[in-house]
Every structure is written in structure tokens, then in C-alpha cells.
């Protein structure tokens, strides 16, 4: 497609449940990075792809995070037995990784509602 | 680590101009973005500093001093859909993934 696109849109769902999210870059983007927005916050990192690997995990929360990347293309962010905290918009980016200057291009993100 | 700072909100009137500060602590430093982002959307990139002055692209201007660890956002001849917040990202100069560190944004409000 033309941007990145990302699935549901929004997603509400009971604590204590797990959830998935779908990320799908634009074509030929071989980087990848999830980043969660909280409400009045910055975004903030969660997870680099380069390909289908994952060589920078550092701004995963806690262990009820993963994520991952198939064919160099889709990924999942998985969150398992949801909090409240969790509560977020989750927003995928990806990157021609043709030199420095090149900018993440964002999908709309999804709106996760923990309640 | 990285800090980076910029105004929470500001107003300004349709038509004129208005900028928007950035600044930043990094323990290195490897470019600073800004993107726009409209409520519900997707943020959407505007302008790429690596080197000192200033980056002119149609009715946006962006500047970067590195030595002040400062930028700026400047928009000109402001319209209604100018209303957004604006982020303003830097990216360390040792971290091989160009991941972003984001500032908490500026949110303009552009009146009629």
C-alpha cells in the first residue's frame, strides 16, 4: 500500500486479557519500530525490526510485551494479560534504510483502551 | 541519556507566524526531526536537521544549532489546518537502529 497501515484501529478489551496488534509497512521498508503514545506524553520507543530480527528491544516495558516480523514485512506486537497502564496508542513506523536522512514514515496507529 | 524540551501549547492568529523551540541533551547526537501530527492521525514528517542554519521548505522553516543543543520550527503565513501538535525527535549518534526520541510535543492552536 501506499503508507503504513495498521490494525484494529482501536481495541478495547477487559484487564487481564491478551491482545494483538498488526503493523504492515510500506513496501520495501526494511526497518521497523513500534512507539506507544500515552495520553500528553512523547512517544516512546518499544522495538526495532531490521528485516525479521529484532537487534534493539530496549524500550519493551515489561515481559507481557513481544513482538515480531515475518517475511520482512508484517508485525505483531503482542501484549499479554493487559493493565490499565497499558492503555495507549500504539503507533508503527517503518524506513528506507537508505542512509540516515531517510524519516520513519507512521501508520494511525491503535487505539488500545484496557478497562 | 536524551532530554528534549519544547512548550506545551501555543496560539496564534491566522496568517501570521509562529515558532516552535526545541531543545535537547543528548550524549550524542545524529539529527533532529519534526513531524506534524493532526489529532487521531498519523504523525507526518516535515523537516530533517543534521548540520547548523536553517532548512526552508515552502512555508516551513527549520533550524538547528547543535553547539545550543536548540531548534526550531518556524511556520509562516499560518492556515486553520496549521492546528496540530508538533514533535520535535532527536536520534543518538551511537544507535545504529535511528530509533527517535520524541519530546512531549507542542499542540497549536491557529484562530481565526
Known sequence: GAGVSQSPSNKVTEKGKDVELRCDPISGHTALYWYRQSLGQGLEFLIYFQGNSAPDKSGLPSDRFSAERTGGSVSTLTIQRTQQEDSAVYLCASRRDRGPNQPQHFGDGTRLSIL | GQNIDQPTEMTATEGAIVQINCTYQ???FNGLFWYQQHAGEAPTFLSYNVLDGLEEKGRFSS???RSKGYSYLLLKELQMKDSASYLCAVRDLEDSSYKLIF?????????P
Do not use: A, I, N, Q
Request: overall charge positive; glycine content about 20%; aromatic content about 6%.
Open chain 2, 26 to 28: 543528548t550524549s550524542g
Open chain 2, 63 to 65: 533550524f538547528l544549532s
Open chain 2, 103 to 111: 519530546g512531549s510535543g507542542t499542540r497549536l492552536l491557529v484562530r
